[in-house]
């Protein structure tokens, strides 16, 4: 355990176990738990899953780049991350998402620094199921910018398998707080990655020559995965079980109603406020 980490550890921590819920509540939850932890209440991490399937755009993203028909015939949700990069697509089965939020003023000042600070459990938790995985060592070019999955791929957040990517990290900062999400690959569905977008010319090939999924590089089932993720980001920071309060879920629900799931914030056009 190095410093960084011991001083978190000696932090209250809930672990709130794999949660299922729309995409618009999640961004909402990560949003709140950060009000929580500016609030002088405990810091979470979670381990989370999005149902119905749902596309999450990056924060400055253009709806211009949505298959919405594609997205409504098939039962898909969207909604926006207030984190960068470009669109996302998690489904129940294949991604795992995580979140960890804490105090600003506890983590590194340093971008860089605090990236890889809260990286370390997913980073050991892939591994822990037999996968070599680490950080992308050089610029990757971009394949696509408007899918993450295939945008460059930068060394500070970009994990990969095989010189192919598995997970991807971002942050940002709410009242005093960091939220660092992630989306973790357990099994690659290139097709409906690939058509919840539109305007572009990617094959499901090319897809899967840049991402991998973790059942196609160990025999894991899903169930063990999402433990193993679990498990290493509380024994991280030594994090007690817990749960959502009710007035946090309250606030939650507002959130959704009035952002995450309102086409104010989710079709907004690059730039608007």
């Known amino acids: 355990m190095n410093d960084s980490q011991g001083a978190l550890a000696d932090r209250e ?12 509540m999640q961004m909402a939850l ?53 984190t960068g990069g470009g669109g996302i697509y998690h489904d129940r089965y294949g991604d795992v998402a995580y979140s960890i939020v804490a105090p600003k003023a506890e983590l590194p000042g340093d971008l860089i620094d605090c990236y890889h600070l809260l990286c370390e459990p997913i980073l050991d938790a892939i ?9 992308v060592e050089d610029d990757v ?42 989306s973790l690959t357990y099994s690659v569905d290139a097709e409906t990655h690939l058509g919840v977008f539109s305007g572009h010319d990617v094959s499901p090939e090319a897809f899967r020559e840049r991402v991998v999924g973790i059942d196609e590089l160990v025999d894991v089932s899903r169930e063990a995965f ?32 009035e952002k995450y799931d309102a086409d104010e914030w989710v079709r907004r056009r690059p730039g608007s406020r």
């Open 13 to 24: 921590w809930r672990l709130i176990r794999e949660d299922v819920r729309p995409g618009a």
């Open 30 to 82: 990560d949003e709140v738990a950060g009000e929580t932890a500016a609030a002088g209440g405990p810091r979470t991490v979670r381990v989370y899953s999005w149902e119905p399937s749902c596309l999450s755009l990056g924060y400055g993203e253009d709806p211009e780049t949505v298959d919405w028909e594609f997205c409504e015939r098939e039962g898909i949700d969207v909604t926006r991350r207030p």
């Open 127 to 135: 591994r822990s199921v037999g996968v070599d995985v680490d950080f």
């Open 141 to 182: 070019p971009v394949i696509w910018h408007p899918a993450c999955y295939l945008r460059a791929l930068h060394p500070a957040h970009d994990m990969v398998a095989e010189g192919r990517k598995v997970a991807g990290n971002a942050q940002y900062r709410r009242r005093d707080a960091v939220i660092q999400h992630g």
């Open 226 to 257: 999402v433990e193993a993720v679990t498990d290493s980001l509380a024994d991280f920071v030594d994090a007690d079980e817990g749960s959502w309060t009710d007035a946090e879920l309250d606030a939650a629900r507002t959130k959704v109603e």
